[in-house]
Every structure is written in structure tokens, then in C-alpha cells.
């Protein structure tokens, strides 16, 4: 648990630096963070005590050039993680700005879950109207989930709309064994 709250005061801190910019921050630390789960063997450096703070720090320089158009925020943002032997905190650093930026931007995540392909028409529709109802910007993933056998199920929040034929059926049998 502590983690959350270690991470959570280092998002605070670069949301604070970066302020405006903070989609491109995000997006720049999601690179960092594909980058060491793409590589293998980079996931012990970061986690491994035998290696050193400073051996971190160096393999992070060693990257930065590499990164065009970095912020000099992330960048002195990621060199103090490694400093500070934080860098094992990076996606639950990434989770957590994800979410003070879509706070702070009033917008929502959510997902669209559908048994088929929606057309794009059809997602935009459902989006609208959610955004109606929230009052909030959504970004929305669309996903198709067969085992929905038809309908769509919508995840925003801790709100769930749930038009699915599965989810019908489910709220069907527990009304009968209730009787």
C-alpha cells in the first residue's frame, strides 16, 4: 500500500512541473515504460538490488538521448527516479498521473464492450450520450466480447450500463432463483 501513496506523490509532482503538458508527459513516460518491458533483462536492473542506484541512473541517461522531443521535466523526472530507486514505481506513477490529468481535464475512461464490431457512428452515439449523462469528457476503449452474445456493456467509472444480452440473462436467473 505504501506504494500507492510513494506514487502518488511523485505523479502530484510532475503533474505540478508539467502542468499543461501533461498527455505529452504521460505519453513520453509510457515510452520509458514500454521501453524497459520490451527489453529483456531491463525489468531485473530496475528491480534487483545488486545493482545500483547509479548503474540505474547511467542505463536512464544512456536513454534519453534516445527519446526525441523528451520534456526536460520527464527527463530530470527520470533521472531522479533512478536517484532515488523509484524506477520500479513507473507504471503506477503513469496509473496514477492518468488519472489526476482526467480529473483535473473533467473527462472519464471507460469501456465499450460490444458482442460485434461497432460502426464508428454507433460508438460516437453511445459516447454522446454518456457524456450527456456524466457531464464529463470520455475517452473510451472499444473491445468486442463475444461471450456478450449481443448488445453492448459499458464501463465509465464505477458506472456500468449494461445492455448486453449476457447481462440480461444473468439478472434473469437471479430473479428466479430469488422466487
Same mark, same amino acid.
Given at each position: 500500500?505504501?506504494?500507492?501513496?510513494?506514487?502518488? !506523490?511523485?505523479?502530484?509532482?510532475?503533474?505540478?512541473? /508539467?502542468?499543461? @503538458? /501533461?498527455?505529452?508527459?504521460?505519453?513520453?513516460?509510457?515510452?520509458?515504460? $514500454?521501453?524497459?518491458?520490451?527489453?529483456?533483462?531491463?525489468? *531485473?536492473?530496475?528491480? %534487483?538490488?545488486?545493482?545500483? $542506484?547509479?548503474?540505474? *541512473?547511467?542505463?536512464? *541517461?544512456?536513454?534519453?538521448? $534516445?527519446?526525441?522531443?523528451? %520534456?526536460?521535466?520527464?527527463?530530470?523526472?527520470?533521472?531522479?527516479?533512478?536517484?532515488?530507486?523509484?524506477?520500479?514505481?513507473?507504471?503506477?506513477?503513469? $496509473?496514477?498521473?492518468?488519472?489526476?490529468?482526467?480529473?483535473?481535464? &473533467?473527462?472519464? !475512461?471507460?469501456? #465499450?464492450?460490444?458482442?460485434?464490431?461497432?460502426?464508428?457512428?454507433?460508438?460516437?452515439?453511445?459516447?454522446?450520450?454518456? @457524456? @450527456?449523462? +456524466?457531464?464529463?469528457?470520455?475517452? #473510451? *476503449? +472499444?473491445?468486442?466480447?463475444?461471450?456478450?452474445?449481443?448488445? /453492448?456493456?459499458?464501463?465509465?467509472? &464505477?458506472?456500468?450500463?449494461?445492455?448486453? =444480452?449476457?447481462?440480461? =440473462?444473468?439478472?434473469? !436467473?437471479? !430473479?428466479?432463483?430469488?422466487?
Amino acid at each position: 500500500m505504501w506504494t500507492i501513496s510513494v506514487s502518488r !506523490r511523485w505523479a502530484r509532482a510532475l503533474l505540478s512541473l /508539467v502542468d499543461k @503538458e /501533461v498527455d505529452a508527459a504521460i505519453l513520453q513516460l509510457e515510452a520509458f515504460s $514500454r521501453a524497459f518491458a520490451g527489453t529483456p533483462g531491463l525489468s *531485473e536492473l530496475l528491480k %534487483n538490488p545488486h545493482f545500483s $542506484r547509479s548503474q540505474q *541512473e547511467l542505463f536512464i *541517461e544512456s536513454l534519453l538521448p $534516445r527519446v526525441s522531443g523528451l %520534456n526536460p521535466y520527464v527527463a530530470h523526472f527520470m533521472r531522479l527516479l533512478a536517484r532515488r530507486g523509484r524506477l520500479v514505481l513507473l507504471d503506477s506513477i503513469i $496509473r496514477i498521473l492518468h488519472g489526476l490529468a482526467d480529473a483535473r481535464q &473533467n473527462r472519464m !475512461r471507460g469501456k #465499450l464492450s460490444s458482442a460485434r464490431p461497432l460502426l464508428p457512428s454507433q460508438a460516437k452515439a453511445l459516447q454522446q450520450a454518456l @457524456e @450527456e449523462q +456524466t457531464q464529463k469528457a470520455l475517452l #473510451l *476503449e +472499444t473491445v468486442v466480447d463475444s461471450s456478450l452474445i449481443g448488445g /453492448v456493456s459499458i464501463q465509465v467509472g &464505477n458506472m456500468l450500463f449494461d445492455g448486453s =444480452l449476457k447481462g440480461q =440473462l444473468e439478472s434473469l !436467473r437471479k !430473479r428466479l432463483l430469488v422466487r
